[in-house]
């Protein structure tokens, strides 16, 4: 019982779930953001749904519809969880830079002070 109540406290077992949680709410958030779009589009070009468009009896329509709703989901992924996480990532990861100085500069600088004093 021991192992598996490691197994189960385990921080990437935990991460794991609360991102399959968040991921499933963050898609029913951008399946309905999506459907939003297709029906401002569909009032635009006079059709909400191309799946029923068979230029010559092929299913293109079902192909644009699918195209559509992908790249309505990878703006929506981009814009606002790609980026703010690259912001808010070079954001935290400037404050440590800053914190701890490479041990390059803190030679050089070491030397800069040492030529200036000898002047």
Do not use: C, H, Q
């Amino acid at each position: 019982m021991k192992g598996f109540k490691d197994f189960v406290m385990r921080g990437n077992l935990v991460e794991l779930a609360v991102a399959f949680i968040i991921a499933g709410a963050f898609g029913t958030v951008v399946k309905t953001f999506t459907d939003l779009l297709m029906g401002i589009i569909g009032k635009a070009g006079g059709k909400p749904d191309f799946s029923t468009y068979k230029p010559g009896g092929l299913p293109v329509g079902i192909f644009l519809t699918a195209l559509v709703s992908f790249l309505i989901l990878a703006f929506v992924v981009y814009f606002f969880v790609v980026k703010p996480y690259e912001v808010a990532k070079a954001r935290y990861s400037k404050v440590e830079e800053d914190a701890a100085p490479d041990e390059n500069i803190v030679l050089l600088r070491e030397i800069r002070d040492s030529l200036r004093s000898r002047a």
